[in-house]
């Protein structure tokens, strides 16, 4: 099309700046220059988009402008702000807490097990913090029980330690890991069989024996209800042999089975923990402890050890079933109270004796002279003496 007058003079330099505007898109996709600014460059000069003649030249630019691309361009784009990642622990974990400096004679609570005394062992811990008399330690293996090929020489380890440190008594807990397994042997001894279960109690027997012949207390812990009634049962014929090796004086055994179950008796991850309140005690298995789950079976240890160490104030006295918050300062003078008048033997005491018609059969003692229990003293302040027996000058 061809304009002439006026209207050619105003559209003719629009036409041109469209002709230029293409001419720089071909040379963009094609890699060419036009010829009309190869022209006007002089020689040996090299020109530069931006330096050129067409210096911040958009051909779309009334395109951006009408659909808003200028603006979309010009945006600075936003930097995207990397959430650090929220610290977690595990639910058996325990949490940083403050332990003050230890006495350097401080006694040691020893703890060993599985899993599970690890738990018990870091809730001790906490309970223990303030108390520079007493410290806890352990011997614990995660994984490991009393059976599998290569097991822990429980027995070992404890002796050592005991006679390698002031150890005022042996917390254990142990027994999950014992589940399914066999013990060695040519053919191993089968998982819950009566071979197997005399073999259990003699390897609990043993760990008894080990400590008791070092004259220490042992609290064994034993192990909780589940939500499978195949481990339940595992765990209470654990629970019985447990309790059996108990049946030593020295030997305390601490039954937690109710205290982690509802109220109608069934289970239940939910409970009051140590402080009254309502918590997540056991973790997603529905075996294992959390936190506030470890904390409270620490707790019924740690009740059971301040009995036996008199509230660990001064020295640690065997039988002691004071109130935890009574201070033994000094040894006891007599037996403890499970024994009737410092009798360590049953045929020591003789039932025929008054002290044992008095204390045990409840018999009253026989009225002497002149006592205050003697019928015979009259009553309201007359003497039981005749008047002939009254002195001279009465």
Do not use: H
Not at 182 to 197: C, Q, R, S
Request: aromatic content about 8%; hydrophobic content about 40%; overall charge positive.
């Amino acid at each position: 099309m061809r304009f002439t007058g006026p209207m050619a003079r105003n559209w003719t330099p629009a036409i041109r700046s469209t002709r230029v505007g293409l001419a720089c898109v071909l040379a963009i996709l094609f890699g060419e220059v036009p010829t009309a600014l190869s022209q006007s460059a002089p020689a040996g000069e090299i020109v530069v988009a931006q330096n050129g003649p067409l210096r911040g030249f958009n051909p779309f630019a009334p395109l951006q402008r009408l659909f808003g691309g200028g603006a979309e361009r010009r945006r600075e784009p936003q930097k995207r702000v990397k959430k650090r990642p929220r610290a977690t622990r595990p639910a058996g974990a325990a949490p940083r807490f403050e332990v003050l400096p230890k006495d350097p004679d401080a006694g040691l609570i020893l703890v060993v097990g599985d899993r599970m005394a690890r738990g018990v062992a870091e809730g001790l811990k906490f309970t223990l913090a303030e108390k520079p008399q007493i410290k806890v330690e352990r011997i614990t293996e995660d994984k490991a029980g009393f059976t599998g090929e290569t097991p822990p020489d429980w027995s070992t380890q404890v002796l050592s330690k005991i006679r390698g440190a002031d150890v005022k008594a042996v917390v254990v807990m142990i027994g999950r890991r014992d589940l399914g397994k066999t013990f060695p042997g040519d053919p191993p001894i089968e998982f819950m069989t009566a071979e197997w279960l005399d073999t259990y109690r003699n390897k609990v027997e043993a760990l008894v024996r080990v400590v008791r012949q070092e004259k220490k207390p042992i609290i064994w812990a034993g192990l909780p209800p589940t939500n499978n009634e195949l481990t339940n049962g595992d765990f209470t014929q654990l629970n019985s042999l447990f309790q059996g090796a108990a049946a030593d004086r020295r030997v305390r055994y601490v039954d937690i089975w109710d205290i982690f179950l509802a109220e109608d008796g069934s289970y239940s991850s939910f409970g009051p923990d140590v402080d009254g309140k309502n918590a997540r005690l056991r973790t997603n298995d529905r075996i294992g402890f959390t936190w506030a789950g470890y904390r409270k079976v620490a707790f019924f240890v740690e009740r059971e050890l301040s009995r036996i160490l008199g509230g660990y104030g001064g020295l640690a006295f065997e039988g002691v079933e004071d109130d935890p918050n009574f201070i033994v300062l000094t040894g006891r003078t007599t037996s403890p109270e499970a024994l009737l008048l410092g009798g360590e033997e049953d045929k020591a005491i003789d039932p025929d004796s008054a002290a044992y018609r008095f204390f045990v059969k409840g018999e009253p003692l026989k009225p002497m002279p002149g006592r205050v229990d003697d019928p015979r003293v009259a009553v309201e302040g007359t003497s039981a003496l005749t008047e002939g027996q009254r002195p001279s000058g009465s």
